[in-house]
């Protein structure tokens, strides 16, 4: 486990409140647009992490799940004019249950089948977005309503995803540090040993997905409010692959190197002009030199840092004369 | 004054600075910083790559003569490749990081409904040009206006020519599952029904299918003797003629631009299936019964035929689109004094009968739609030349 | 409506010789390969180019792709398969076969463009002929060619029973003295060049398109799903009944559906008969 260092509690605080006051000290609205892009997408990966990176789901087609929430945001706040927060949630639970319902005949099958069950769900939720046009406005796409006041400025939308995203990263923590969040460890290394030690492996792999589609849902939801319009074209494959590789770059079996990951690959293209031209397979080289070179992922290189060489030289040397003590003593028994 | 020397030394220095701080005030105006919203990559890459050159002309030439009203254009262009969401964090970024004064395009449709209302939401002027018909709205987006036709004008202009002209009345129309396709194949129904027909035959289809034999046989079958195609995709549209070819059926096919524009010739399995083809045009791009062109558009090719090799084998009003939405920029500015959004929009808004290369503009407070309908022509496809059409026959 | 079934059988046969590259890979490493649909696609793309862009004649451009295509499973070995096996990790090779192939079907769509590009004609044939068009016909023959050339070459030749042998029991076969890690390499090479034959045959039903690569993918393990893992006939079963029920589907309910349907079928074969219908009920030792 990461050694207990003094410094960890005040970096986080001290993290906490750079990005609480983020619109404050942000250059211009646009950066704190990209803040609140980065915090949706959080709240997706976030809950995913604990599937992919905890369990060893490898569910790349998770953005199914994400188009599905935002479209049920679009559809109800939108057409249906139902209150965007109670949309917000019942998105959410859409989106729970779609993963339920994919993971139920899924989540049976073995490694391989189960990634190709998630793609292939993935392309029926784009095939279907076109098809049923009179609910999703088909090829046109479909417009969605902001949050009302007061979180309609760029600053405080930016505080309610973040708070959500704080929620779900709160949530997976608690998560990972318990009893459960071993189990689901046990699950992704070796399936046979755990079911071995009485871990009820396809529940706890459905309760897992699900909690997964539930937060797709919402950051799906946010995600729509956020773009003011959503078509099938926002919602590729591709972006599937985005958020498996922000997981799988930062790191299985951690919470901040997923985090990073999300922060970096989505920053990174503003930066670098270039590499936004690149797109699809500028992700594509790091995924494989990641799985190749580093497949505990970056922020396993995070620990390497933390590791503290030992205070003082520590020699392992037997206490002879304990040890024919003890054994003398045994021996008479 | 302790003395005249003194007196005249001060004179010459306040002269001098008279003298100089005109440049000093011209070095300072601030440049009109323009956005240019562009798909480079990705799907209609090809209108938006000759838009870029009629953009970048327009650019040149103004800045050549000092910029407007000594102000120098400084074009930001965004790669958008056809995906909405990078369309709507360039429109951000530009709007509010770079704090531009004026955004062109996005060229899709499906961009520019996801973007025009966020630039409008942040008072910016918006020249749009995408066709789709709900992009402009003088209430909701009261600064945004469109220079390109309506999707309105091209499906009114082909559904003359198909019911008056050719006397068909069984139409099947062939759409696409893109942003554009879905909402033109939409339009063109809800128009045809007004004018009391109802299509016998409806689809969209996924562009990128590569064979059309089905949609074409079950058009077929439905009796349909017209078909009309309101999709931009240009590989879509060449294998629509040449299932039609393939299966020997002499139907006319009337519809958008792009079924007429050179890069299907090579992907027509015989040349022939380009024949009784038709689709809507432009005045600007249509050769007279002389052979000839519009003065301001042989003017504007002239210029354009050195920049592209000697050859102009492009449909030529996408560049005469770009260029006319930086000239229109530029008589903003000049009408306005400024670039102050309000002041703009009125300046456009009070634009009637402007010159322009690829069509003549009138705005007004309650019409944001730039184009008159009498720039629209019906032209014959097969007939390319110079990147421009002949008449359809009448 | 011959011409929708003619559509759906020549489409069944791509997705069976996809699934056959499917079976030989997995013969050799059990891994299943990302980059098995990439395979066909980077034929039909260079076929593509080397016939309309670089003019070479049809059998120059054909003896092309398959190197291509031999080239490239020979690199999805080396670089995604062999460093992943020597590990324990189980699934980082479905990782690594993954990025290889969004590298791969990303390169393409810089190079060569987004647009399915039309593929040339190999043999001189009116456009209009209907059902005896070579479209069809052309991957009908590759795939029943190929079939047969493994069946041969599985039965007949040494280096198949090699094949065999690595197949069935690599850790005996190591102790035989078959350098089980060449074997794997060869069969990932033969898969490619399988994937160059019927990509290339292919072409002109598929034309020449970066997409290509994801579809068949999935298309291939829906095939093997169907026809059960390690089978070559419940590949050609399964690619034939995937090709005809989404032609019929699409013919009569429109292509809305394609991907719906397909994955359907896929789903209800899973649960009733997770093994396929010609597979073996796998028994695992712990």
């Keep these: 486990m990461k050694p207990i260092s003094s410094s960890r509690p005040v970096l986080l605080v001290l993290s906490l409140v750079a990005l609480v006051s983020l619109p404050f000290w942000a250059p211009d609205e646009y950066k704190i647009h990209l803040a609140t892009l980065i915090a949706a997408y959080w709240v997706l990966i976030g809950g995913l992490n604990l599937a992919v990176g905890y369990t060893g789901l490898l569910s790349i087609g998770h953005v199914g799940l994400f188009a599905i929430g935002a479209y049920a945001f679009a559809i109800l706040a939108g057409t249906h004019d139902v209150h965007p927060y109670v949309a917000l949630a019942a998105a959410g639970g859409i989106g729970g249950l779609c993963g339920l319902l994919l993971g139920l005949p899924s989540l049976r099958l073995p490694g391989f089948y189960f990634a190709m069950a998630t793609m292939a769900f993935g392309m029926i939720v784009g095939e279907l977005s076109l098809a049923f046009d009179g609910l999703t406005g088909g090829g046109a796409g479909i417009s969605v309503p902001a949050f009302p006041a007061p979180f309609d400025k760029p600053a405080t939308v930016f505080w309610l995803v973040l708070s959500l995203a704080a929620i779900v990263t709160v949530m997976t923590w608690n998560v990972a540090r318990l009893m459960f969040g071993r189990s689901l460890v046990a699950l992704r290394d070796s399936e046979v040993a755990a079911a071995a030690v009485g871990i009820p492996f396809y529940r706890t792999k459905l309760a897992v997905y699900s909690f997964s589609g539930v937060t797709a849902g919402v950051g799906g939801a946010v995600f729509a409010s956020l773009q003011t319009y959503i078509t099938p074209e926002t919602f590729v494959f591709d972006l599937g692959m985005f958020f498996f590789i922000c997981i799988i770059i930062g790191g299985r079996g951690s919470i901040l190197g997923p985090l990073l990951g999300t922060i970096a690959l989505t920053a990174l293209p503003e930066v670098a002009a270039p590499l936004a031209k690149l797109g699809q397979f500028f992700y594509g080289i790091v995924l494989l030199l990641v799985v190749l070179l580093v497949p505990e992922g970056i922020g396993s290189v995070f620990h390497l840092f933390r590791k503290q060489p030992a205070k003082t030289k520590h020699v392992v040397k037997p206490e002879l004369e304990l040890l024919s003590t003890a054994l003398r003593k045994g021996a008479a028994r | 004054m302790k003395s005249r020397a003194e007196a005249v030394v001060l004179g010459l220095l306040a002269s001098a600075v008279l003298a100089v701080s005109p440049q000093i005030a011209l070095a300072q105006k601030p440049p009109v910083k323009i956005a240019w919203l562009s798909s480079l990559t990705g799907p209609l890459s090809s209108a938006a790559i000759a838009e870029n050159q009629g953009v970048q002309l327009a650019v040149e030439e103004i800045n050549k003569v000092g910029g407007i009203d000594g102000r120098r254009i400084e074009l930001l262009t965004r790669d958008t490749a056809g995906d909405p969401t990078k369309a709507v964090n360039f429109a951000n970024q530009l709007v509010h990081s770079e704090k531009v004064d004026f955004v062109i395009g996005p060229v899709n449709s499906g961009e520019a409904l996801a973007t025009v209302p966020i630039v409008s939401r942040a008072g910016i002027p918006n020249l749009v040009i995408g066709t789709v018909d709900s992009l402009i709205d003088e209430k909701k987006y009261p600064r945004t206006f469109r220079v390109i036709n309506t999707n309105e004008q091209w499906i009114t202009t082909a559904n003359a020519y198909a019911m008056d002209t050719l006397k068909r009345k069984k139409v099947a129309i062939i759409g696409d599952t893109s942003g554009y396709g879905a909402s033109s194949a939409k339009a063109a129904a809800a128009l045809l029904e007004k004018a009391g027909i109802k299509p016998v035959y409806s689809v969209l289809i996924d562009p990128n299918k590569t064979s059309l034999t089905d949609e074409v046989t079950k058009a077929r079958e439905a009796g349909a003797d017209v078909i009309m195609p309101w999709s931009a995709a240009t590989g879509l549209l060449a294998r629509l003629l040449n299932a039609r070819g393939d299966m020997q059926w002499d139907v006319p096919v009337v519809g958008h631009p792009a079924i007429m524009g050179l890069p299907i010739k090579a992907l027509l399995n015989k040349p022939e299936y380009w024949n009784n083809t038709f689709a809507a045009g432009y005045a600007s791009t249509t050769f007279d019964a002389a052979g000839k062109l519009p003065e301001a558009t042989t003017r504007l090719m002239n210029i354009a035929r050195p920049k592209s090799d000697g050859q102009i084998d492009f449909t030529f009003w996408w560049v005469a689109l770009g260029y006319d939405t930086v000239k229109i920029i530029e008589h903003a500015v000049k009408k306005a004094g400024s670039t102050d959004p309000a002041a703009i929009q009125k300046a456009l808004e009070t634009t009637s009968g402007l010159r322009g290369s690829y069509a003549d503009y009138t705005w007004t407070p309650t019409d944001h739609n730039g184009f008159p309908d009498s720039a629209m022509v019906m032209n014959k496809a097969n007939t390319f030349r110079d990147g421009s059409f002949n008449r359809a026959p009448r | ?286």
């Excluded at chain 3, 004649?57 to 490239?72: H, K, R, Y």
């Excluded at chain 3, 002929?129 to 047969?148: E, F, H, N, R, T």
């Excluded at chain 3, 102790?175 to 490619?192: F, Q």
Aim: with cysteine.
């Design chain 3, 1 to 286: 409506m011959f011409a929708v079934l003619m559509t759906g059988v020549a489409m069944g046969c791509l997705y069976a010789a996809a699934g056959l590259a499917y079976n030989v890979m997995y013969s050799t490493s059990k891994v299943l390969s990302v980059t098995t649909g990439h395979i066909f696609m980077l034929s039909g793309v260079f076929g593509a180019y080397f016939m309309t862009i670089l003019g070479l004649p049809a059998w120059l451009a054909f003896a092309g792709a398959v190197a291509v295509g031999m080239t490239f499973g020979m690199v999805t070995e080396l670089v995604a398969v062999r460093r992943i096996l020597a590990r324990s990790d189980e699934h980082l090779w479905l990782l690594s076969t993954l990025a290889l192939g969004t590298i791969v079907a990303q390169s393409v769509a810089l190079w060569w463009g987004t647009e399915p590009r039309p593929f040339p004609r190999l043999f001189a044939q009116d456009s209009a002929s209907g059902v005896a068009d070579q479209k069809y016909w052309l991957p009908i023959v590759a795939v029943l060619v190929l079939m047969a050339a493994l069946e041969c070459f599985y039965r007949k030749t040494l280096f198949g029973k090699v094949f065999l042998a690595v197949a069935e029991d690599p850790f005996a076969a190591r102790a035989r003295g078959i350098a089980t890690s060449r074997v794997r390499a060869a069969s990932y090479a033969i898969a490619g060049a399988m994937g160059g034959v019927a990509g290339f045959a292919a072409g002109q039903l598929t034309f020449a398109n970066f997409a290509l690569g994801h579809m068949l993918t999935l298309s291939g393990f829906i095939a093997v799903a169907v026809g059960g893992l390690g089978s070559n006939i419940g590949a050609l079963v399964g690619g034939i009944s995937l090709g005809l029920l989404t032609a019929i589907t699409s013919y009569y309910f429109g292509g809305e559906f394609q991907q719906t349907i397909a994955v359907g079928l896929l789903m209800v074969f899973l649960l009733l008969k997770p093994e396929g219908l010609f597979g073996n009920q796998k028994v695992r030792h712990v």
